[in-house]
Each structure stands twice: as C-alpha cells, then as structure tokens.
C-alpha cells in the first residue's frame, strides 16, 4: 500500500475538498488495535494520507456512534480490516453496513484487508464468524441479515489477505 503506484491520494484532502478523511480504518480493536490497524494507520499518515482511526480521532465527551458514522461519510476510502472476531463487534458492522451503502452509491471506494481469516469464511460466515451470529440472533435479529450480506459484499471485493504464521 505504501507504493507510489497506489489508488489513494499522494497528499492530504485540501480545504476545497468535500472529503475530511482520505481514509476510514475499520477494524476489531480486540485483533488489530495494537498491530495491522497501528501498522496500516502510521503507514498512510506517513505518506501524507489523512486516516481516520477510531482512537486516534474521536473527540472525549462526544456520542461514539454518530462520530463515526459522520467520519465513514466524510471519508474518500475505507479500508476495513477483517479478522477473526470483526464480526463480533456490533460497531464494526454497523460501520461495515454504513460503508457498503455508500460503496454501493459509488461515494466511497473500500479495500478489504482478510487479516488472519480466510475471505471465503468471511463470505460465508463460517468459524469464528458463525458464532458471532449465533449470539448476534438473540439480541439484535433484525439487523442479522443486513450485517451477513455487507459482510458477504466485502468479501466479494478484491483485497489483501495477510496470515501471520
């Protein structure tokens, strides 16, 4: 990602833009804070590209929930980091159901990361992904659906698929 000949814009947003953020990290904090999402975030900030990180953005004493569906559409790309317990997270689907709407409408452009998990499980919501929904039917069953097919969508769209051994 860090190469010249990448999608994303070489420098900030200017002032003129309607983008806030170049790009939207979205990710399991419980997998990823610490590591591939710290990695991916320092890499795009080094070369001048203006990502918005949950932890690293979010204002003290503001709602969380509209600040980061406000970032998603203030954001020119997503990059959403999937990984063993993403969908576990009702935040990290909610984002993802946010970011396909507006990838679908051409508002948004996403690049899917599979971090220790393979895309064809996250398509089909097998393993680790399945149990998250076995608990997600009780509490939340009207959004069940809406969050399988976004994460099926993501899977669908070429990415980078990275297995620490």
């Given at each position: 990602m860090a190469s010249s000949s990448s999608s994303f814009p070489s420098s900030s947003v200017s002032s003129t833009s309607k983008w806030t953020y170049d790009v939207f990290l979205s990710f399991s904090g419980e997998d990823t804070r610490n590591t591939a999402s710290d990695f991916i975030y320092y890499a795009l900030e080094e070369k001048g590209i203006k990502t918005f990180?949950?932890?690293?953005?979010?204002?003290?004493?503001?709602?969380?929930?509209?600040?980061?569906?406000?970032?998603?559409?203030?954001?020119?790309?997503?990059?959403?980091?999937?990984?063993?317990?993403?969908?576990?997270?009702?935040?990290?689907?909610?984002?993802?159901?946010?970011?396909?709407?507006?990838?679908?409408?051409?508002?948004?452009?996403?690049?899917?990361?599979?971090?220790?998990?393979?895309?064809?499980?996250?398509?089909?919501?097998?393993?680790?992904?399945?149990?998250?929904?076995?608990?997600?039917?009780?509490?939340?069953k009207e959004k069940v659906e809406t969050w399988k097919g976004a994460l099926s969508h993501v899977a669908n769209i070429a990415g980078y698929h990275v297995q620490n051994r």
């Open positions: 990180k949950d932890d690293r953005n979010l204002e003290r004493g503001k709602t969380i929930e509209p600040e980061l569906l406000k970032a998603i559409k203030e954001s020119k790309f997503a990059v959403v980091i999937l990984s063993k317990n993403y969908a576990a997270s009702t935040w990290c689907l909610d984002e993802l159901v946010e970011i396909i709407d507006r990838e679908k409408k051409m508002e948004m452009t996403v690049l899917p990361v599979f971090y220790n998990v393979d895309p064809s499980d996250v398509r089909k919501q097998i393993g680790t992904l399945a149990h998250a929904f076995v608990k997600h039917e009780k509490q939340f």
